[in-house]
């Protein structure tokens, strides 16, 4: 049951609804040490992966000689792609003739995943590009009206953010260029969300946002910042919440 305060009570202990894993965990009596079991005893051989472009380009991506996009522009995906677990080569062209390679690199995709591989401005050279592969692995500690939220920064040259909710509740904060954040788990339902400078609390950019329960969901941070800034937030559906994995 819940009070006035909005939070959950269990015995004595009083659950606060955005408790991040594996604190959530711990507060459902969930082990850890199952799901790390779960994990061993499974035989998938069978991984997801999608691209999303964060640059302000077109560009043409294969991975072993597959075609997952041609002239991907920026805040676009592709579709989810199955993959056998295994090493592969991805190449990135520009979008055009004559067909340019711009970038090369070798990924490793583990069994029983979802991946999204995020093309962004490279950390030390931002005229180059890299490709950041972010899994999305499920929590099943989720249960009831809760969704899980994570937060992926590919802004390269803001200062550092903070995400919160029309309540004043930081979800998020200080999440670096190219690193995503923990989950959290909140109450489902709809939500207005305000991105922030973390020093000063200037507001970046706001949406309203609805999150269906027991369903999880990564908040990309796209765009450029600057005088002209223009910061987008991205909110797709994991493939975890729809995908054939254990």
Do not use: W
Request: hydrophobic share 35%; aromatic share 10%.
């Amino acid at each position: 049951m819940n009070d006035a305060t909005g939070y959950f009570h269990n015995s004595s202990v009083i659950y606060n609804p955005y408790y991040r894993y594996p604190e959530l965990g711990r507060y459902l009596g969930y082990d850890q040490n199952l799901v790390n079991a779960q994990m061993s005893n499974c035989y998938c051989k069978k991984s997801f992966l999608r691209v999303l472009n964060t640059c302000d380009a077109g560009f043409d991506v294969e991975i072993n000689e597959i075609v997952m996009a041609e002239n991907l522009k920026m805040k676009d995906f592709t579709r989810y792609v199955q993959f056998t677990p295994g090493a592969y080569k991805v190449k990135i062209y520009e979008s055009g003739e004559p067909k340019t390679l711009i970038f090369e690199s070798n990924i490793d995709i583990e069994r029983n995943l979802t991946y999204t591989g995020a093309i962004a401005a490279d950390e030390t050279n931002p005229a180059d590009i890299c490709i950041l592969i972010i899994p999305e692995a499920k929590e099943n500690a989720i249960t009831g009206p809760m969704s899980a939220l994570r937060l992926a920064n590919l802004v390269s040259d803001a200062p550092q953010l903070e995400l919160a909710t029309s309540d004043g509740t930081v979800l998020f904060s200080g999440v670096d260029y190219g690193d995503v954040s923990d989950n959290v788990a909140v109450p489902s339902g709809r939500y207005t969300l305000t991105l922030n400078e973390k020093r000063n609390k200037n507001a970046v950019k706001s949406l309203n946002a609805d999150f269906a329960p027991r369903m999880h969901y990564t908040l990309f941070l796209t765009g450029k910042y600057g005088d002209n800034s223009d910061v987008n937030i991205i909110i797709p559906e994991d493939g975890v919440n729809y995908l054939e994995l254990c």
